[in-house]
């Protein structure tokens, strides 16, 4: 059985950080892109930070660009993602993905197979 278990989420002030980490179980972690969404209230889905399968190639939506860093760890089927100086706009249920997909397609949510059930970051004072 598959299973992308995130966990991490919480309430954090302006300014202050979090680290989110997906802990991935049931397929070849190696073997896939994995990536980080989040959705916001009245809000699409949003690509956030993806990492590919070795690691060695990153891409993030420009809001969060400078500030929040994604990495794995295939030796424990594993990706975080590290969220510094974090906004109000940055408040949202964030979800890891899973795919087998073209770096181009990172950041749309059908070109993956697997997700997670999302962690709620909320920022606020």
């Known amino acids: 059985e598959v299973q992308l278990v995130e966990s991490g989420g919480g309430l954090v002030q302006p300014g202050g950080s979090l680290r989110l980490s997906c802990g991935a179980s049931?397929?070849?972690?190696?073997?896939?892109?994995m990536t980080w969404f989040r959705q916001a209230p009245g809000k699409e889905r949003e690509g956030v930070a993806a990492?590919?399968?070795?690691?060695?190639?990153?891409y993030y939506t420009d809001s969060v660009k400078g500030r929040f860093t994604i990495r794995r760890d295939n030796t424990k089927n594993t990706v975080y993602l590290q969220m510094d100086s974090l906004k109000p706009e940055d408040t949202a249920k964030y979800y890891c993905?899973?795919?087998?997909?073209?770096?181009?397609?990172?950041?749309?949510?059908?070109?993956?197979?697997?997700w997670g059930q999302g962690t709620q970051v909320t920022v606020s004072s």
């Open positions: 993905a899973a795919g087998r997909l073209r770096d181009s397609s990172w950041s749309i949510p059908a070109a993956y197979d697997y």
């Open positions: 049931g397929f070849t972690f190696n073997s896939y892109t």
């Open positions: 990492i590919s399968t070795l690691g060695t190639r990153k």
